[in-house]
């Protein structure tokens, strides 16, 4: 199947620091990428669904300005996750569609763990 | 609301016995239907998709599903669990009406028991 790749796969960092996570899809191009938030023993939840070269498209409740998202290129997406705090650790996950092949796939990243002390 | 219901968060079964992992949706029309699995810190891998046709599909690591249009169900099964199973398993729909999004239930941890 398709290769996406997230990294890093784990971060720690300060309060009110920064931190931007990549995604990049390695053998096709992707139009469109997804992020995910997933807190321990439960589901996923999406953030935002990243387009490339617009802006992307958050769900209800997920602050712009706190998750930014760029989608610059077919293969990368990044989400910077801004003036981070504790409540915003959590396993960050992306994924994305190859429209040349099975266009009803997703394919995931290994996930981004991220502790904010 | 559309919805995914996984009933069961964790499924123990012997290695070498069959196994189970339930999964039922409320969505109107006719959605599109997947299983993934989870394996520790990574992220999800695709199992199998139902779409039309025969409502027996099979996929990945010997794993099959069925879907049941008038339950509303997509179970998953495999006649014979192996140690390696041992992993977390979400069910996931995709709405026609939603484009893209996917929405996922909140995972059965498979426990396979040697």
């Known amino acids: 199947g398709a290769v996406v790749s997230q990294h890093p796969s784990r971060v720690i960092c300060k309060s009110g620091t920064s931190v931007k996570i990549e995604c990049r899809s390695l053998?096709?191009?992707?139009?469109?990428m997804f992020w995910y938030r997933q807190f321990p023993k439960q589901s996923l939840m999406l953030m935002a669904t990243?387009?490339?070269?617009?802006?992307?498209?958050?769900e209800q409740g997920v602050e712009k300005d706190k998750f930014l998202i760029n989608h610059a290129s077919l293969t990368l997406s990044t989400l910077t996750v801004t003036s981070a705090h504790p409540e915003d650790s959590s396993f960050y996950i992306c994924?994305?569609?190859?429209?040349?092949?099975?266009?009803?796939?997703?394919?995931f990243g290994a996930g981004t763990r991220l502790s904010v002390l | 609301a559309q919805s995914v219901a996984q009933p069961e968060d964790q499924v123990n079964v012997a290695e070498g016995n069959p196994l189970t992992v339930k999964c039922t949706y409320s969505v109107s029309g006719n959605p599109y239907l997947f299983w993934y699995v989870q394996y520790p810190n990574r992220g999800l891998q695709f199992l199998l998709k139902y779409i039309t046709g025969d409502n027996l599909v099979k996929g990945s690591y010997g794993f099959e599903a069925e879907f049941n249009k008038s339950q509303t169900s997509f179970h998953l099964k495999k006649p014979s669990a192996l140690v390696s199973d041992s992993a977390l398993y979400f069910c996931a729909v995709r709405p026609l009406n939603r484009d893209d999004k996917i929405i996922f239930g909140k995972g059965t941890r498979l426990h396979i028991l040697p």
């Open positions: 990243s387009n490339e070269g617009s802006k992307a498209t958050y």
């Open positions: 053998d096709f191009q992707a139009t469109t």
């Open positions: 994924s994305a569609r190859d429209l040349t092949r099975e266009t009803h796939i997703q394919y």
